[in-house]
């Protein structure tokens, strides 16, 4: 006989678990953020954040199919606080420049967590509720559908190719990214012009360039290139 199929909603916990809280996805997702942060990603796991929440491990899992359910949650998180408090204004460009830094800076405010899920495509509501929002920008500035779905490609995996690469910079130990850091001082702006000619004379600006993130400067170049395709039109 085909075991029965019970509901969602009677598989979430109601009463307090042995530490004295109610569990809800939000709570597990921002204890999961929590232990990201303060273990990075390999010390997340079931164990871990059961113990970490006050309950049997298996609880979880009337919340999520698995770790990696869970995962993807934690990356929908992300874009949903990248969104809060975000409304439009009659400017299409300072829009998009918007949500590109907004998105770049949720990620960067949980490294560990961005790490893990910025390649992820989760299909949960904030991440809808992200593309809706930046296709709707540049439908409203008169891209047609075709060019709107282009240049939104180009703009998501720009911003997360980026939030992937400075997360994983800041989820460094502390040792290895000042010595990261600190190559463009001792070892290129030692460089000869001699033997070589053109980073040389670039070293100082190296030095001042290459230890920040290059996304804000991205974004505009993006911004401009999709700006003069729509005059172009």
Request: charged share 20%; hydrophobic share 45%; aromatic share 6%.
């Amino acid at each position: 006989m085909p075991k029965k199929v019970v509901p969602e909603h009677l598989r979430r916990r109601r009463r307090p678990t042995k530490g004295g809280v109610v569990l809800s996805e939000q709570l597990i997702v921002d204890t999961a953020l929590r232990m990201l942060r303060e273990h990075g990603g390999e010390g997340l796991t079931a164990r871990r954040l059961g113990a970490a929440l006050g309950a049997d491990p298996s609880t979880l899992y009337r919340y999520f199919r698995g770790m990696d359910e869970l995962t993807l949650a934690v990356g929908d998180a992300l874009i949903g606080r990248a969104l809060r408090g975000w409304s439009p204004t009659h400017d299409w460009r300072a829009d998009l420049r918007a949500l590109g830094l907004r998105i770049h800076a949720a990620y960067l405010a949980h490294p560990q967590a961005a790490v893990l899920t910025a390649s992820r495509v989760s299909g949960r509501a904030h991440e809808i509720a992200s593309d809706e929002v930046i296709l709707g920008v540049l439908h409203r500035a008169g891209f047609p559908t075709p060019d709107a779905v282009r240049v939104y490609h180009c703009f998501i995996d720009q911003t997360l190719a980026f939030a992937a690469l400075d997360a994983a910079a800041l989820a460094l130990p502390e040792a290895a990214r000042r010595a990261d850091e600190a190559v463009w001082r001792a070892t290129y702006a030692r460089l000869p012009a001699s033997t070589h000619p053109h980073i040389a004379p670039a070293a100082p600006y190296l030095v001042a360039e290459m230890n920040v993130s290059a996304y804000p400067a991205a974004l505009d170049m993006l911004i401009e290139s999709a700006a003069a395709q729509l005059a172009a039109r």
